[in-house]
């Protein structure tokens, strides 16, 4: 690193992703865009940002979160690797009890509901199944370490929840500041992954447990992506015409910082595909990945 004229104080560990790191749009494959724009605007509260053909870009007013490809003919994700979830990360508390409030206004069905001690997590499907998580983090000064994920999460006080924002009538758009927290994907091998996402990629392994799910993170967080074996070891890579995951995205703050990683991916013997402001890879499942520079 030390080649661009950083001082060493300033720089991550070599091999390291940088603190600074924040993930960008998640991109998914849907079967039919009118219904799911509609969904995410009345169960989520998100934006139309734009569309064009069969692509819509959506939001909560600033920079895009989900863009939804439409493909009518994909089918529902089956036993193989691809997306579990990914998480909608809510600025506040409060926020994510304002989107419980919206989600009982819509009459949305909801998966699950779970305390990890880090954040709070609602669970929902979009119209084809993709794995919606809606969270919150706690302060991070009262985050268990390392992360409690071994023993399994706890039940989400819905009750607390809704507490922080008693009286209050269902809003119809999510306010700014919604992000994107984290993805949880599933694969075939975790410590096929681990060399990939920890020894190429440069995140740091926050949480395994053995024969489950592995979680590893940038900065101290408590995870910018989960991965398991939940469909079975040595699931394939998903069939091309599938809905679910097109490809997600890390954003660094400098040019350099993702230069720095392409050459470790080549370093390792893995191709990478030229992307806007960037480099796109795939993980050992065909999984993409795009990294892009902030500035």
């Known amino acids: 690193m030390s080649q661009h004229g950083h001082r060493a104080d300033t720089e991550p560990a070599a091999g390291l992703l940088p603190a600074t790191l924040r993930l960008g749009a998640v991109h998914l494959t849907v ?14 509260g998100l934006r139309l940002h734009r569309r064009e053909g069969g692509v819509a870009a ?9 863009v939804l490809h439409e493909e009518p003919r994909a089918r529902r994700a089956g036993r193989h690797a691809g997306l579990y979830h990914y998480a909608l990360l809510f600025p506040t508390r409060e926020e994510l009890a304002r989107a419980a409030l919206r989600l009982a206004a819509t009459r949305t069905p909801i998966q699950g ?9 609602i669970y929902i499907p979009d119209p084809d199944g993709n794995g ?16 409690a994920y071994a023993g399994g999460p706890h039940p989400l006080d819905l009750e607390g929840l809704l507490s922080a924002v008693a009286g209050e009538e269902s ?7 919604l992000a994107i927290g984290h993805l949880h994907l599933h694969v075939g091998d975790l410590e096929r992954g681990l ?57 660094l703050e400098k040019a ?16 990478t595909e030229d992307a806007q402001g960037g480099f796109l ?15």
């Open 113 to 121: 509901a779970s305390d990890h001690g880090t954040h709070e997590a």
């Open 132 to 147: 919606i998580e809606l969270a919150a983090d706690r302060p991070r000064e009262r985050w268990p370490s390392p992360p």
């Open 171 to 177: 809003r119809r758009e999510a306010a700014p500041g």
């Open 281 to 295: 890879v795939r993980d050992p499942w065909r999984i993409a990945v795009r990294f892009s520079a902030r500035e």
């Open 195 to 251: 060399r990939f996402y920890r020894d190429v990629l440069g995140f740091e392994q926050k949480a395994l447990i053995p024969g489950a799910a592995a979680f590893v993170s940038a900065g101290g967080y408590h995870h910018h992506l989960g991965f398991n074996i939940w469909r079975g070891a040595g699931v394939p890579p998903a069939p091309e015409d599938r809905v679910g995951l097109r490809h997600w995205t890390i954003v």
């Open 58 to 66: 959506m939001g909560a007013g600033g920079e895009d979160l989900l």
């Open 256 to 271: 350099e910082e993702v230069e720095a990683v392409r050459e470790r991916v080549w370093a390792a013997g893995i191709q």
């Open 31 to 44: 079967t039919d865009l009118d219904r799911s724009v509609a969904f995410y605007e009345g169960a989520i």
